[in-house]
């Protein structure tokens, strides 16, 4: 019989190994790429009782995604086959790699960039507003990196997955060069395409340069209609002036399309900023004051308790600390802004005058919105909420990433065509698609409150009253003038200038239109008909599974490597989250009262 005593309970089994484990949690780690490894100790623990360590864990995680995906260096060579692939197996595919040499490994050519738009993608834009919301997210992986993205939008405002490109990071060389290719392949001739964008300093550069090319630029864009995020635009208002209230006042500003709103809201804001500026200042100015008599108290309580000469030394070297962060101006923009521009800095700004003195209305403000390009759209959440979902998949290798669009594009595109052609067969008299008709429908009601006078003699130019007695309506008569041209299909103009900036008919005009009996179809722009979202979401695409798992390398093929510079070598887990920053502050605690 055994005799030898066991001194302590092992909590975890010598067998139960992280190869082990990837390979019974194999499927659960798959299909949920984004576990974390305190979820696998959870689920060790409920099923064979044992406690294993968190790196264990981790490993095991690791073991079953390599398993599935390929591991990391490889998946920088596999996902160049892998997009080849795609590429023959879908004519009309865009997609373009860009390689660079390394004198230390000759043998291979080092992974620079990748661009890539599905030929659905393509085709879907066509039928889409010409807008596009260009983002960046990085990745996680044990590479960095930066995926930047191009997400159009249909007649219902939903995502539309353009374009993708993996980089080496956000600068001018990245912007310019997914630029190039985002021109080459998507929007070809297509003309006055809006690009909605940060104030990203390399971006703007890469924009100011397709925009005034030189003689040599391979893809000059000289009708690109460059527009700023407002999110990120308010984000900077509330670093310099540090109120949720007056950064919801300058969105409402930004999103104004009456000039007679759009002044008022101006004033307003001048005058509010100034008052808060000086009441900052004020509080500012207290608090140092406050600091200051509690540091003299100090003092004289030392200098009771140990004599006059310890009251020089508790005084000595008393400091004044504020916690209100300093107010920030907006970056000077060398290279992109007119020579000698030079913004005011942030302790220096004393109202919003002088902060936005600097900024072109036509890249922030609705009502200066020159064509229309925005069709309304003022902020880049459609890239960003497609970034956050590929959130999941940012950890994983390149082949992952590609294989996780591939899917979910090919999603978007099954529901939402189902969607589209369901609206076609419940709404069969309506033209417009489902949230068009819901707009339509709204002012329709709307315009059956004005009134309407004719004042044109051989024009068709008509003056709409607005309603007096309705709840919620001043006491003060408000008049918009319609313009009806005769040209053929007829054209619309208003003084509330809706029509010109977002493609639909305002309720004016719809006004107008119900006394004439003229049907408003023609001031209503063909993205947002039901045919032109079917169309939308109509197309096929393969897979490329039929053709390999691209998940191993044979060393005797392998063509390219990750750039070594790029390997993470810190130590810990990697932050996988977004980075907080300015707009994170500013939208801290939800939305505040209007």
Excluded at 83 to 89: A, D, F, G, Y
Aim: aromatic share 10%; charged share 25%; glycine share 6%.
């Amino acid at each position: 019989p055994h005799t030898c005593e066991i001194n302590s309970l092992l909590t975890d089994h010598p067998n139960l190994t992280s190869t082990r484990i990837a390979r019974l949690l194999f499927s659960e780690i798959v299909n949920k790429k984004d576990m974390v490894a305190k979820h696998i100790i959870d689920t060790v623990q409920a099923r064979w009782n044992t406690t294993i360590k968190y790196g264990k864990a981790w490993r095991a995680k690791q073991k079953a995604l390599e398993e599935r995906f390929g591991s990391f260096y490889d998946s920088y060579d596999n996902v160049i086959r892998l997009v080849s692939t795609l590429k023959e197996r879908n004519p009309g595919t865009y997609a373009i790699v860009q390689i660079q040499q390394n004198p230390d490994i000759p043998q291979y050519g080092v992974f620079g960039r990748l661009f890539f738009s599905f030929a659905i993608c393509i085709e879907a834009f066509t039928h889409c507003r010409p807008v596009l919301c260009v983002d960046g997210t990085f990745l996680t992986g044990k590479y960095k990196g930066q995926i930047l993205t191009a997400i159009g939008v249909d007649g219902n405002g939903q995502i539309v997955p353009i374009a993708f490109a993996f980089v080496e990071g956000e600068n001018y060389d990245s912007w310019i060069w997914f630029f190039r290719q985002l021109k080459m392949g998507v929007v070809k001739t297509r003309p006055n395409v809006c690009i909605l964008h940060d104030r990203h300093p390399g971006m703007l550069k890469a924009i100011k340069r397709l925009q005034h090319p030189t003689e040599d630029e391979p893809a000059p864009w000289t009708d690109m209609q460059s527009r700023w995020c407002m999110r990120h635009l308010a984000a900077n208002f509330y670093s310099c002036f540090k109120s949720k209230r007056l950064m919801n006042l300058f969105k409402r500003l930004c999103n104004q399309n009456q000039e007679r709103k759009y002044q008022f809201l101006w004033e307003r804001l001048t005058e509010f900023t100034g008052q808060q500026v000086k009441e900052r200042k004020a509080a500012q100015a207290r608090a140092v004051a406050t600091q200051l008599a509690a540091a003299q108290a100090a003092a004289a309580q030392v200098a009771a308790a140990h004599g006059t000469a310890a009251q020089g030394d508790a005084t000595q070297g008393t400091t004044t600390n504020t916690t209100d962060s300093e107010p920030v101006g907006l970056c000077d923009l060398p290279g992109i802004d007119p020579p000698g521009t030079k913004r005011k800095k942030g302790k220096r700004i004393k109202k919003f005058e002088e902060w936005i003195e600097k900024e072109p209305p036509v890249k922030w403000s609705l009502l200066h919105d020159q064509y229309g390009a925005r069709y309304g759209i003022m902020t880049t959440n459609l890239a960003e909420v497609y970034n956050f979902v590929l959130r999941g998949n940012r950890s994983l290798p390149l082949t992952a990433l590609v294989e996780g669009i591939l899917h979910g594009t090919l999603t978007y595109f099954r529901d939402r065509r189902r969607e589209a052609v369901e609206h076609i067969e419940y709404y069969p008299n309506t033209p417009y698609c489902r949230k068009i008709r819901q707009y339509m429908d709204k002012k329709i009601k709307k315009a059956r409150m004005h009134t309407v006078i004719r004042i044109g003699n051989e024009e068709a130019r008509y003056e709409v009253r607005l309603p007096t007695s309705r709840f919620g309506a001043g006491n003060e008569l408000k008049t918009h003038e319609v313009i009806i041209t005769a040209t053929a299909p007829p054209t619309c103009e208003c003084t509330c200038n809706k029509p010109r900036l977002l493609h639909l008919p305002c309720s004016h005009v719809l006004a107008v239109s119900g006394q004439l009996g003229m049907n408003p179809i023609s001031f209503v722009s063909p993205y947002y008909m039901k045919e032109a979202v079917v169309e939308t979401w109509t197309g096929e695409m393969t897979g490329f599974r039929v053709v390999g798992n691209f998940n191993k390398v044979n060393e005797m093929e392998r063509e390219y490597i990750p750039d070594p510079a790029l390997m993470r070598t810190s130590r810990g887990r990697r932050n996988s989250r977004h980075i907080q920053n300015d707009m994170d502050e500013s939208e801290a605690g939800g939305c505040t009262r209007q």
